[in-house]
């Protein structure tokens, strides 16, 4: 199985990069499940694509429902804690199967990975 890891650094809304990696990462598990492991690393302003409770207009998507495709389809998503710690959001609550990391574990992701893709 290919490991995919699929980092995305810019805020959830304001541009379409976490858009697109998501639709990447959605688009990689919908046509290649049985041959990749899809895992996203949430960098800098990312990390606030881990929060719940996102409320977009009708028509307009919506990140937290797109991590939790991913999470359901066996995706992984971890959030810097040291970039959550800085924007004061390491204390709240996550979407659920988002969790808090380290750069230890995404240098081991990195490591692990066939494949890296950057948002």
């Not at 800085?86 to 990975?113: C, Y």
């Amino acid at each position: 199985m290919q490991k995919i890891l699929i980092i995305i650094n810019d805020a959830p809304y304001g541009t379409e990069k976490a858009y697109n990696a998501l639709r990447m990462a959605m688009t990689l598990q919908k046509e290649h499940a049985e041959a990749v492991q899809v895992n996203i690393f949430l960098l800098a302003d990312a990390v606030f694509c881990a929060l719940p409770g996102q409320n977009t207009p009708n028509g307009y998507y919506n990140i937290e429902r797109m991590i939790k495709i991913v999470l359901r389809n066996g995706g992984q998503v971890k959030s810097c804690g040291g970039c959550s710690e800085a924007r004061g959001i390491d204390k709240l609550p996550f979407i659920a199967g988002v969790h808090l990391s380290n750069m230890k574990e995404f240098t081991q992701w990195t490591v692990e990975a066939d494949k890296v893709l950057s948002f």
